[in-house]
């Protein structure tokens, strides 16, 4: 991981774990459906104002990184996946035991149950949109639009969740505060890979194109 330490990553990827962990709790914790997925991307937005690192903003670069990238990509994923079992584990210990493992049993049992091409389909566009999500915040940090960085961030993480796509970090919360176990692995690293394809296909055919007009 060029310039930056295996613990460094990690670190900054346990905390983006435990951000979406949290955007998953207030989620689960309202009836209002817009409202949540409103309120659970001050997640993304934190992490992405702070600089740290969650998988599904990491992983679409990967067509514009060197071949080295993807072990940082990997152990992105891992601290999220750590980030979001301690959260999890967290919230299991407290009154909100009930409502949120409910819930959340009530959400995974249709993700798992669902097949196999339309999970990664359904991760396929989330990843997309976690792409648009994270460049319009660099973009618009670079350039000092503060307010347009908010809606840029904002939106794409209201649209996945309304529709009802797969974010692979977000699901491992749901998972570990449905099952405390490793039951569901197959399903997170099937999501995990259609994240992986949508967030890659913007710069992917963007950096084809631009080869096309040299």
Do not use: W
Request: proline letters at 3%; hydrophobic letters at 50%.
């Amino acid at each position: 991981m060029p310039g930056e330490s295996f613990k460094s990553v990690f670190a900054k990827s346990v905390i983006s774990g435990i951000l979406i962990g949290t955007g998953g709790i207030v989620y689960l914790s309202v009836e209002n459906k817009y409202i949540g997925a409103f309120l659970f991307s001050l997640g993304l937005f934190t992490i992405i104002q702070s600089g740290f690192s969650l998988y599904t903003g990491k992983v679409g670069y990967i067509p514009e990184k060197p071949l080295a990238y993807i072990k940082e990509v990997a152990v992105t994923l891992l601290g999220n996946i750590c980030g979001t079992a301690l959260t999890a584990g967290a919230v299991l210990l407290t009154h909100l035991n009930s409502s949120i493992h409910e819930k959340a049993v009530s959400v995974m049992n249709i993700k798992m149950a669902d097949s196999l091409l339309s999970q990664i389909i359904l991760g396929f566009f989330c990843g997309m949109l976690m792409y648009i999500a994270v460049e319009n915040g660099r973009i618009c940090r670079k350039r000092g639009y503060d307010t347009s960085a908010v809606f840029g961030t904002v939106l794409p993480v209201m649209v996945f969740i309304l529709c009802g796509f797969n974010h692979s970090v977000a699901d491992c919360f749901y998972l570990f505060a449905a099952y405390p176990c490793l039951k569901g692995a197959l399903y997170i690293l099937t999501v995990a890979v259609g994240n992986a394809f949508g967030g890659m296909t913007i710069p992917f055919l963007k950096k084809l194109f631009d080869k096309e007009n040299e």
